[in-house]
């Protein structure tokens, strides 16, 4: 019988999808798509994958290149946050004259963590170092039925530790390519295809009879009810926008309808706008209910009609804009502002 590791690349070389930022061994490629492929799915990225490097085919175009560029070409990706990382990654690898060949200096730069680093590391210099994901980490944890739910960080180095000892020392890329495949096209969380598994004859879940009673569950967070209002202010043809602040967490520097959160507080919607956004607001109609949901939480937004009366000052930083709808597609936006102005 061959062993696991180079019965799992013999699979990989038989079915392997053919992708995109398959086949290249430029580092630069494979890092733009392992940020666009976080929390995203492959059909999604491939367009944006493809505009991306269109636009900007090197870290020095990226690094030249100004941010609200970069967000604009990322609009409807989502995480926005990627996209400013990797502009400012790009800044940091031209300064430095050179690209970072291993998975310890790549993590050094912004927005590169354990994963991506490891990912690049070894598909583009073949560097013996196992990226751990979703995907590979319910793979491995089925394959030795590991015991503990993979959240902690002992947990998690074990894991790294089994996936390692699948690497194939002269294609670490590959088999850490074909562990994340398998994940994604056979090890699926639901009715895994064992069948089809090249590790069926040495895992330990499928032995055991049950492979989806791994991973382990870990404690759900409760999903958070919210309820938002969002504001639109119409003049001609043209609707007014704010920027959000390059210091937020989430969303940063893109463009939003105004909205505030509602609370049981007592004060009004109005009130609530007024000091986000500064100026004195006026609301009519409702016009749709939209649910949204992020991560844990699940938020109503309730879009009326309103005014925002052109005597009061805007409130320090808040940075407002009209425009018409055929421009607000060309700006960064988030996908909320999409499905309110649909
Ligand atoms: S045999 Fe089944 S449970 Fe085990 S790794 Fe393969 S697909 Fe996953």
Not at 291 to 298: A, K, S
Request: a negative charge; glycine letters at 6%; proline letters at 6%.
């Amino acid at each position: 019988m061959a062993d696991p590791s180079s019965e799992l690349l013999a699979w990989f070389d038989r079915t392997g999808r053919d992708l995109p930022w398959r086949g290249t061994r430029d580092p630069y490629a494979i890092w733009v798509s392992e940020i666009m492929l976080q929390q995203t799915r492959v059909e999604t990225v491939r367009p944006y994958y493809r505009r991306f490097l269109e636009r900007f085919p090197t870290p020095e175009a990226l690094a030249k290149a100004p941010i609200d560029e970069v967000l604009a070409l990322w609009s409807g990706l989502g995480y926005y946050r990627r996209a400013r990382l990797l502009h400012r990654a790009a800044g940091e690898v031209v300064a430095k004259g050179r690209f970072p060949t291993t998975a310890a200096e790549l993590e050094e730069l912004p927005g590169i963590g354990p994963y991506t680093a490891a990912a690049v590391a070894s598909i583009a210099f073949d560097e013996a170092v196992a990226v751990l994901d979703g995907n590979v980490e319910r793979v491995i944890s089925r394959w030795i039925a590991f015991a503990e739910p993979p959240r902690a960080a002992a947990a998690k180095l074990r894991l790294r530790e089994v996936a390692a000892s699948l690497l194939d020392p002269e294609r670490p890329g590959d088999s850490n390519q074909a562990l994340m495949e398998l994940g994604a096209l056979v090890c699926r969380p639901r009715s895994p295809s064992c069948d089809a598994c090249p590790l069926v004859a040495s895992c330990a879940a499928y032995r055991e009879g049950d492979p989806e009673a791994y991973p382990l569950p870990v404690e759900k967070r409760a999903t958070e009810r919210r309820r938002h209002l969002a504001v639109l202010v119409e003049r001609k043809d043209e609707i007014l926008l704010f920027r959000r602040s390059d210091d937020e967490d989430l969303l940063a520097g893109i463009w939003e309808i105004p909205w505030v959160r509602l609370r049981d507080d007592g004060a009004t919607a109005e009130l609530h706008l007024g000091t986000r956004y500064g100026g004195s607001w006026s609301l009519g109609e409702t016009l749709r209910l939209v649910r949204h949901g992020i991560t844990y939480r699940d938020i109503e937004v309730e879009l009326r009609r309103g005014e925002l009366s052109e005597a009061g000052e805007l409130a320090e930083g808040a940075e407002a804009g009209w425009f018409r709808r055929d421009e607000i597609e060309s700006l960064p936006t988030s996908s909320l502002l999409e499905k309110l102005l649909r």
